[in-house]
């Protein structure tokens, strides 16, 4: 079974922030916070990851809380093409244990 | 584009056929793995490779045999399917080292009639 939960679906207005959340209260002191995506019968994107300090790419934000037991992906500036099922994953360093679950469904809205 | 390539892209076999998907990653990794993904379900591990050993089976029918003959390359041979086998099979690879992020193929559709 996955270890995060996430909401089913989200809903985000185009050029508005899109914040999504990923509770992970289970979450073991040597495993990642890893963010994918999957946009409709493609192969899963990795976006960012994080272990416990807040992180940025040119894709998202990841601030992950002090408790590490939640998290949140923030695309800044969402667009259309961001609508796609967005999977939270923790993960111990050797990689080998993703545990995908249904994830979030984001639609961005024009 | 991920570096990661998998053919073919679309794949439509009888229950008594024999074929092969093939993954071959272009990143220097020296882990793969195989995912499947039917309707409306979240993906699930298949096998896992590193460095060209199987190190995981969750449990994947028999029907179903992986081979990785180098780092390169990973295939997944199909025989007396199902048509409940009928999926996206994705494959991704990875590093063993550093923060091990997994890199995924585009997958190949396939269609058990």
């Known amino acids: 079974d996955a270890k995060t939960t996430q909401p089913p679906s989200m809903d985000c207005a185009e050029g508005r922030a899109a914040n999504l959340p990923c509770n992970h209260s289970?979450?073991?002191?040597?495993?990642?916070v890893y963010w994918y995506r999957q946009i409709h019968s493609q192969g899963p994107q990795y976006i960012i990851h994080?272990?416990?300090n807040n992180e940025t790419n040119e894709m998202a934000s990841l601030i992950i809380t002090e408790d590490r037991k939640s998290s949140t992906l923030i695309l800044p500036h969402a667009t259309l093409r961001d609508t796609a099922v967005y999977y939270c994953i923790v993960s111990v360093l050797d990689g080998q244990n993703f545990v995908f679950g249904p994830g979030t469904r984001l639609s961005v809205l024009p | 584009e991920t570096g990661v390539t998998q053919t073919p892209r679309h794949l439509v076999m009888g229950m008594t056929n024999k074929k092969s998907l093939k993954c071959e990653q272009h990143l220097g990794h020296n882990a793969m793995y195989w995912y499947k993904q039917s309707a409306k379900k979240p993906l699930e591990l298949m096998f896992v490779?590193?460095?060209?050993?199987?190190?995981e089976n969750n449990s994947v029918p028999s029907r179903f045999s992986p081979e990785c003959p180098n780092s390169s390359h990973l295939f997944l041979h199909l025989h007396t399917l199902q048509p409940e086998d009928s999926a996206l099979y994705l494959c991704a690879s990875s590093q063993l080292s550093g923060t091990d992020t997994q890199y995924f193929g585009p997958g190949t559709r396939l269609t058990v009639l």
């Open positions: 490779y590193s460095l060209e050993e199987r190190v």
């Open positions: 994080g272990l416990k």
């Open positions: 289970t979450i073991s002191g040597n495993e990642y």
